[in-house]
């Protein structure tokens, strides 16, 4: 793609004024990381050198996210994204250097020696590298050399044992470094050591980053207490990671469903320690009239994450008459069993109802619900009625094969009649359960 490019420059015309807006909301200490594919990342480098000045440019990172893919044939074969790091303000951002663990077969080379109780050292040079250091030139030893550190220094690494002399005296004196005393290899800003987010950490989110990467970067531009700001949050990756390690923080993002997946995300990752509060979703009737006006696929997944379902299609148009999928095991035997529902933002009927009927048995499902926004007809409660119970041997109780649930009923707390919930809708998979930050009130927007 070209400088010219119609679509690059829209591109660089939607994101700079957010790099401007967020440059503005950053403290002096704040760091800014930004994400992207090589194709892009020289016209970003640009826009963040005019918002926040190339003095505050810290790192081009290259994440070596996966292994070769695409035309080898015709060209070397892309494997890395890159991440552009810049400050507010060098002289006073946050910095914490980040290691690697040793590697196991050099440090046996490097750290050969031992003490007398098995403790691990190597001897390094006590010499400066600049020779025109006349401050630092001085006999130590018998020696005379141009040394690495003061006088007074030298002398009281010797009382401690730390300077070591050749057996027969006459050579340079050499500083005993120990193995436990090293933090581990500094982390560069070639990032080969992170892969994509597999295992029990995929939640099904394609742009999913993982958690690694995250906890490196907001270990390295952060401390406890600090707060981070994700505008772009998607699965909640940086707000998960956050989390753990014990910083404040704030995610953006513009779906309902996203923030529908970071509660999911949070509950299942932390339980109840997390406090938070979300800005911008429908808190009455009438906010939710406006929202299935505007955009009733965003309704949808707002309604769905408030009976703690998750979207079964995030494609328009392929649900088979399914929105959204809880599941529960009824402990009587070890099948998962399934509850379907159903969002309507427009008019319902009886018709409806029919259907999830007929979307219930072919599903095999217990359960299905029909989420609405008017008050059902009589014609639709007979509906209800005439499908029956599920009954749970386990739990003794009875419960309606066919439900309706208004809006107004889920604002006003009501939820499911349903046994207890023990495993969420997989639609997007399970967290890893994770210590919180408990007690801290924290924030997700939608923009």
Known sequence: MVLGDSNMLAYLAMMAPRLMELRRVMKPTASIYLHCDP??????KLAMDAVFG??????EIVWKRSHPKGQASTRFARDHDVILAFTKESEHSTWNPQYAPHDRDKVR?????????????????????????PNLTYEFKGVTKVWRWTKERMLS?????????PRDGKGIPRYKRYLDEQEGIPIDDFWSD??????SERLGYPTQKPEALLERII????????????PFCGCGTAIAVAERLKRRWIGIDITHLA??????RLRDTFGDQVAYKVIGEPVSVPDAETLAQQDPYQFQWWALGLVGARPVEQKKGADKGIDGRLYFHDDADSKTKQIVISVKAGHTSAPHLRDLRGVLEREKAEIGVLITMQEPTSAMRSEVAGAGFYTSQVWGK??????????ADLLSGKGIDMPPLRQVSVTFKKAPKGKGNKGEQTEMGLN
């Open 398 to 407: 009875s419960y309606p094969r066919l439900q309706i649930l208004t809006v």
């Open 109 to 133: 080379s490097q750290y050969a020696l031992a003490d007398e109780d098995g403790r691990p050292y190597q001897l390094t040079s006590l010499l400066n590298p600049n020779p025109n250091r």
């Open 194 to 199: 992170i892969g994509f987010a597999i295992g």
């Open 39 to 44: 194709t892009a990342s020289h016209y970003l």
């Open 219 to 230: 270990k390295a531009s952060s401390n406890e207490g600090d707060l981070v700001l994700d």
């Open 259 to 264: 923030i529908t997946l970071i509660k999911h």
């Open 157 to 165: 690494e010797d009382a401690q044992g730390r300077i070591v002399v």
């Open 54 to 59: 190339p003095a505050n440019f810290k790192n």
